[in-house]
């Protein structure tokens, strides 16, 4: 399991990286962990921090035997190769690798499994991902509409999102070497050549990316009934 968690949310603003907001009792980062660390099927977690993170110390899982940490990269996508570099002495390149955003702390534990089911029988990997309802407008200058979008077969990507080791090291590699922009795992995966799967999850795993989105990742959790502190 990766979390990268070494951004310092630009979008967000304010001085606590959104990470480490106070979500229902407990740090955003403390709520993502939280369904991971004990789960049968995860052997362990490889967190991202920058260099100058001051705030995982106070994490509940920062001295947890199942979790270590990794150096966060410029980019999430080199802060997820360094702690697939971190995992590969540990781990053999066709063992599963799941990445799950710090940011995303309303993961339904149902959702989780679907993707952990959907592994058994596909050989490229999965990703947790929702229809996009809305009509989707294209503007280049942020201004004036230049066209709509087709809705039909737009899915928004979400996390976790799950390859082999050693497919993900590769594919990540090579974004790199083309100098390719990837904002999630599946991208770098799809420049292969290849097609991962797509499981429908619930649209309340949110990304925390805006301040309006803290109180709203605290209604959803209260919705799920996810216990508190
Ligand atoms: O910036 P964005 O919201 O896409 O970040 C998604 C996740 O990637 C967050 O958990 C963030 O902490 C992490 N990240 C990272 N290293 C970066 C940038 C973002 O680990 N350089």
Same mark, same amino acid.
């Given at each position: 399991? *990766? +979390?990268?968690?070494?951004?310092?949310?630009? &979008?967000?603003?304010?001085?606590?990286?959104?990470?480490?907001?106070?979500?229902?009792?407990?740090?955003? +980062?403390? #709520?993502?962990?939280? /369904?991971? *660390?004990?789960?049968?099927? +995860?052997?362990?977690?490889?967190?991202?921090?920058?260099?100058?993170?001051?705030?995982?110390?106070?994490?509940?899982?920062?001295?947890?035997?199942?979790?270590?940490?990794?150096?966060?990269? =410029?980019?999430?996508?080199?802060? *997820? %190769?360094?702690?697939? %570099?971190?995992?590969?002495?540990?781990?053999?390149?066709?063992?599963?690798?799941?990445?799950?955003?710090?940011? $995303?702390?309303?993961?339904?534990?149902?959702?989780?499994?679907?993707?952990?089911?959907?592994?058994?029988?596909?050989? *490229?990997?999965?990703?947790?991902?929702?229809?996009?309802?809305?009509?989707?407008?294209?503007? &280049?200058?942020? &201004?004036?509409?230049?066209?709509?979008?087709?809705?039909?077969?737009?899915?928004?990507?979400?996390?976790? /999102?799950?390859?082999?080791?050693?497919?993900?090291?590769?594919? !990540? =590699?090579?974004?790199?070497? $083309? #100098? /390719?922009?990837?904002?999630?795992?599946?991208?770098?995966?799809?420049?292969?050549?290849?097609?991962? &799967?797509?499981?429908?999850?619930?649209?309340?795993? +949110?990304?925390?990316?805006?301040?309006?989105?803290?109180?709203?990742?605290?209604?959803? !959790?209260?919705?799920?009934?996810?216990?508190?502190?």
């Amino acid at each position: 399991m *990766v +979390i990268p968690a070494a951004g310092v949310g630009r &979008r967000f603003g304010g001085n606590t990286p959104k990470q480490y907001l106070e979500l229902a009792g407990a740090m955003v +980062i403390d #709520q993502v962990l939280g /369904q991971f *660390v004990e789960h049968d099927a +995860i052997s362990g977690c490889v967190v991202a921090l920058s260099a100058d993170d001051g705030y995982w110390p106070d994490s509940r899982y920062a001295q947890h035997p199942r979790v270590q940490r990794a150096p966060g990269g =410029r980019e999430r996508c080199h802060s *997820v %190769a360094n702690a697939l %570099a971190a995992l590969t002495p540990l781990a053999d390149d066709t063992d599963w690798v799941l990445v799950h955003d710090a940011a $995303r702390p309303c993961l339904r534990r149902q959702d989780l499994d679907a993707l952990l089911e959907v592994l058994r029988d596909e050989p *490229v990997g999965a990703l947790l991902a929702v229809p996009v309802h809305d009509t989707v407008k294209r503007s &280049r200058d942020g &201004r004036h509409v230049e066209g709509t979008v087709p809705r039909a077969a737009l899915w928004r990507a979400y996390t976790p /999102q799950a390859f082999r080791l050693g497919l993900l090291r590769d594919a !990540l =590699r090579e974004a790199d070497r $083309r #100098q /390719q922009a990837v904002t999630d795992d599946a991208s770098a995966v799809e420049l292969l050549g290849l097609q991962p &799967r797509l499981v429908e999850g619930h649209g309340d795993n +949110i990304k925390i990316t805006r301040p309006e989105d803290l109180p709203l990742a605290r209604f959803f !959790l209260e919705q799920q009934g996810r216990p508190c502190g």
